[in-house]
């Protein structure tokens, strides 16, 4: 009998779920809609089969000894899925219990960037590190802190909005109703803004002026910087440098060891990577200069599922 | 006998001391200057020399359970003090080490602010809370912050820098040799540059066109401001609504329960308190938004002894 934590990421499209042993290891793994039910129970009803097939199905045999679950809007401490925008149960979702009722073994669920905080200090890259920032670059920008080798949750469980700290006064509308915020600029979504504030600005040639705005996405762009282009290289250096900014404010704040990048846009590598590097450097106050690393995932294949099993792993 | 924790605070002038109880009472208290003598070895043996006597001059009968001390570039991690600017002793001077040799027990070092933090927490107004922060203003700006119940250090001791968010690009230099740090703008001397900066903007009479700017002090302008006047009142909207600003982007980092403002300029009172909770409010991510206070320190007399002598009774 192999003890695994079920770790599940529920995503606004699919749920992934796999059983992670302590190695990190997935042992067994599935997915299902996440939009199918309109009742979180009917959801959770057929998640539970699938899981109970999946673990079936296997050769190993295995005992679950937790759950983690990394969801939109969830709350470490109550355990609930608060108001999520891009999910169809609304209102406040008791979402632990829910789960404890089907199994009972420890339920901890919490938001996707701490789920990869924690993922990359269980299995990944921050082994043995107790103090460091993850910064997830998709559509948005998330963050999970981790300081004296725990996630940082603050009193009410949302702390890690770096995404939301104000950068430019009166700058670009986000999302959540203000202007200005980090992820208006760097995140996918702010990659393609930034490219046409440029080509707005610019005279000069750029493949990127044949691509509407609806079907651009960070990937062209990365892509059309690799070729040279001098409007996406500009954009990718613009990006990083006001990420770069932003970190050394957060470093005055939490002084960590190391800042992993994380998601979809870390696949532009060194376009991005380099002048995060060179700006946060530069901005440091003197105490911390030559302290702060900034690196990549350690995480390559099944990172969500692994960060939300990493919660219960980390545990033990 | 009664149990006791010797504070220390360390300041650049003078070196307060105090045996604090568990309740919070300063049994008995002294003083020496910091700068008499070359040899720190000499300065410590002029203060046990100093705690000693005062000690016996005590009708109560106490015992030292563990010494805790604030000081300038004070790291908490190697008990050290750090190429202290405004200390004779040069370089990194082992301090808890030194400590130890003359008394035995345990001792605790950390910079003023995340002393004053941890006073808030064991004997002042966050009693009970394990997620606040407290910005104390004086000649600069420091920060303590609590997060999980305990001081917030980071990798290198170092965490808490808040003063040095810079808040603007390109703006006012500061001691620390960069520019635009929040404390060039929210500190006593923050609030004089302010003034100096107005004055020379507006064309408006002020009683503050009559004082040199060496001569000026942050309590000038706060009681100019208490008289009606319009360039010493804006300074003190200036100067809140910036630390109300910057302060929303601390939450987003840590989700504090409260934020605790503390120091010589917190005396002006409603005119900074006000417009930095208004500010504060009105920037802030909705999820944070009505349950953020920001809050007078609860600790009157003696808070540097006070705040020292909480690093121990915090540990019991």
């Known amino acids: 009998m192999k003890e695994v934590a079920l770790g599940i990421d529920i995503g606004g499209t699919n749920t992934v779920f796999g059983c992670i042993d302590s190695e990190g290891n ?3 793994t599935g997915s299902l809609p996440t939009q199918k039910h309109e009742a979180i129970e009917d959801y959770l009803d057929e998640l539970f089969v699938e899981v109970e097939s999946a673990m079936n199905g296997s050769a190993d045999k295995m005992q679950i000894i937790g759950v983690g679950i990394g969801a939109p809007n969830a709350s470490f401490y109550s355990g609930t899925i608060e108001n999520a925008a891009n999910l169809r149960w609304k209102g406040s979702i008791p979402l632990a219990d829910l789960v404890k009722k089907r199994i009972d073994v420890p339920v901890i669920i919490t938001n ?16 043995g590190m107790n103090n460091f920032i993850v910064i997830t670059l998709g559509t948005g920008l998330g963050s999970g802190i981790v300081v004296n080798g725990d996630l940082l949750y603050g009193h009410d469980g949302f702390a890690g909005e770096v995404g939301h700290m104000i950068v430019r006064a009166s700058g ?4 959540c109703g203000r202007k200005g915020c980090l992820e208006t600029y760097v995140s996918a979504t702010g990659v393609k ?15 990127l002026r044949d691509v509407p705005f609806s079907r651009l996405t960070a990937k062209m762009v990365a892509e059309a910087a690799g070729r040279g282009d001098l409007v996406a290289k500009e954009t990718f250096t613009y990006t990083a440098r006001m990420l770069g900014e932003v970190l050394a404010n957060v470093v005055a704040v939490t002084s960590p060891q190391a800042i992993f990048l994380f998601g979809g846009l870390t696949k532009a590598g060194d376009i991005l990577f380099n002048p995060v590097a060179e700006t946060l450097e530069k901005q440091l106050l003197s105490i911390y200069k030559g302290k702060i690393k900034i690196l990549a995932s350690g995480i390559e294949d099944d990172a969500a599922v692994l960060g ?3 919660l219960i792993w980390n545990k033990r």
């Open 112 to 127: 996707d960037a701490n789920a990869a905080a924690m993922g990359e200090k269980v299995f990944g890259a921050a082994k």
């Open 172 to 175: 670009r509308e986000c999302g």
């Open 308 to 310: 939300a099993a990493s």
């Open 193 to 207: 803004r930034t490219v046409y504030k440029l080509l707005a600005r610019h005279m000069g040639d750029s493949e």
């Open 26 to 28: 997935c042992l067994v």
